[in-house]
């Protein structure tokens, strides 16, 4: 499968059409629009087990949450660690609701994939080579974010490293490059969807918050991927966003979530699918 | 109204809440979800009528066509000129479909007037501030493309030129910015038109022809734009993309522009409007 | 000549290894270092002499100064028009320095020519296709800015819409490209500089002022812009910045552009040439 | 220290006006302009050995060589790993060059300790935090490279993640960032540089090779380094670029490297260093 004058792959590794990664009871890159939902960082238990909660109710399918976080400046907050791990565990327990959360280098990935249903690979790492390496000899499934400046063929190219080692889950999650522009936190390219649907098999999902950071323009951009063929999205939730340790400007309130969802499930109808 | 943390807006000239363009009996930024379809370049008689009559059939509302081109090597085709304009008006004779075209000097803003119905403004001129004040100074509405440079805040300021001039019906057009992607032509900004309908009050289409630079993923992009809360497309078509004197790559064939309709309708509906 | 895999350029009107453009007694891409300087707009008769007298004592060659000033917002500054011209007229008389004047559309192009030495076409208007064309038909030398988003093949485009009118007095001036670093205003693209003395005979300047929008960063950039290999360079000098109706933040003072030029100096000579 | 209007920057380690790294009997930031060269890959005793007395011959101060390479692809070569660093330890004993060669993963910085002079931290590793933060609990000197996508902001919070663990001996490495320009592999942002040099205390070094990615631009862009203010430069080297396993169109031949080395001299003498 080849599509535009510019792009060559070199995916060698899976041949299928479409590839389906299994999540627990979900399917992702099925007909099931998938909705992760939680906070950018684990910052307490209650914060947790609320947002676990509140998001399940509104229709999530699994629970995001930061445990290990990169952050741009040493003096900012590093995440709660392993403890930040076990909280996500009990949400799960609590609420059925599987858990996504980051592994942020390659001794980590043992610990992390105790307790998580899904490996993330930052941004920052996409081409962290040993980090893709080592979530490939694991067999959980594993998010793989596009680098912020990263074309789509290096992003394909970095989905290789994980599944050279044997990891064939392997789903990729749109959040934005960098660009000129400043009135978003980044540009979200969702053409980038559309070209991955035409040619990788691997399922593709969106995260809106990271894509836009200003909190009023998820739904829209929620809705947009849906429509541009994504097979789900990733959004931040906060119960009180004007006191989250990071990412406060670009995470929804409760009730901005629920309005999401209702927003987006006609717009996932039209194009075939359900959320 | 004010967002994000970085735009500062300093549109002054229209106060109310949703500006609605007239063109004929049709009306940009209403619920009515318009397409403006046609070729890049109007080639021939014979080419410019036939396409007004199947993307009418299609279910478009407007034609666009190039007669004034702008080209990056002067060694390429640069349009017919006014001869032109004149097969654009006998195709909207024939059709009923208004007339959008470029115009690209001041001194052709009169004889663009006479044909057209929407005098475009290219993303190349978008800060070329002589052309913005000549058509400012008509009465014909104008659709102001984005520069692939421009930012958000520096595109409301080119259409306050306009506006200053007392010319207030203005339509937006993004057409993707330039990144270092290089699969897709450029990058196509759907986060800033949901940003500008939070922002501006001036209707946004969007072009996703320009935007991607692929055939294939033009209605994906179409059906993305809907679902972010465009007003409208605008995409290109031609009857024998591999013969198209510009732009054959990203233009679609008659059977996939019906094809687009079909897809597209649905999420129009599904965010509660009509086309 | 051709280097780089992914350059194709298709300059076809220029043959010659080096074309030096003259203008006056001065003969740029010759071994003279050529120094433009004065203040982005004109702004009063006091302020222009002033600044003339001050550059050409401390050793610049020409005078530069806008008399129509393309701005970002309709509410800016917008330049003193044909007075402006005069005064930069005047100043020429005084102090024998051929004049450097922006031109913006192909109807001021015959006023602008009586007066200016040199027709600046600015970076908004690198891709102004009839502003290129009417320049080109004009018997002045063309200083022709690189585009924010251009890129280097673009605009040798560009200058073969002028050259291909017959005006073959084109001198490229690279001024900073459009990037997601934000602590400078553009990023300045030196490398095209070395580039653009491979694969093209025309004379390249360097605008440091536009290029890093900072002050103290002017001199460092001057000097590395004559050990990358540019024909000269041009730079913003006002009596006093903070007073400045544009670009205040990157223009210097009397002293400042002083003590550019000593250091300037002994770098053009270690490349062989002269200032 | 704070020049430009948006760099808001949080360096708290060092207060020093300037920091020299010592390096043998090298020291880094004081007048003496270093110059770092060797292939990008070691690919074989013969060549790395090679490499060094060539460059060693025409006035090199250090030897660059890879051993553990992040390609994009991972069905490229990968390096010779620790092979690699035996070899480069046996240049530096015959030539007495100390080396400098890239840390990938936080369990590699032991053994690369063992044989590395100054460790490398990859562009794509310049968020690595856990990467980061091992080398800052080492001793030995750090050249860490900007990201492809990294704010000047960004990168010195990069640096700051290994001071904060006692390691103050960074060497800050400008090696161009990506934008949408394609004629050079990336943009080499020469502002940045003298933006430093106001800045931050630390040392900083330019790589042309990887900046423009062509043979041809290497020298004028090392000559251009030094008239910004750099303190050094690192370049590709390679016997046979043409046979190299990695960056064979940006590697200098051995007379390529001495020739620069002649037109370099002058420039450097020029800003009041010796090489």
Redesign the interface.
Known sequence: MR?????KL?V?TVDSENRVVTVGDLEVGSDLFIVIAGPCSVESREQILDVAREVKKAGAHMLRGGAFK??????SFQGLGVEGLKLLAEAREETGLPVVTEV?????VRVVSEYADVLQIGA??M?????LREVGRCRKPVLLKR???A????WL?AA??IM?EGNLDVILCERG????????RN?????????L??VSPLPVIVDPSH????R??VP??A???????ADGIMVEVHPRPEEALSDG?QSLRFEEFRRLME?LR??V???GRRV
Chains 1, 2, 3, 4 share one sequence.
């Not at 990169?70 to 003096?75: E, I």
């Not at 081409?127 to 980090?131: A, D």
Request: proline share 8%; aromatic share 6%.
């Open positions: 599509i535009g004058k510019n792009l070199s060698k990169p952050r741009t400046s040493p003096y942020m280098a390659p001794e980590q920052r790492n081409q962290n080579f040993p980090l680098g912020l400046w074309t789509v063929e290096e190219c290789e490293y050279v490059i960098r660009t000129f522009e400043k009135a978003t540009t979200l390219d969702l053409s980038a969807v559309a070209l649907k035409h894509g836009t950071g200003v009023e323009l829209s951009m809705r947009a991927s849906a429509a541009a063929g400007p927003g006609p717009v109808e039209a194009v």
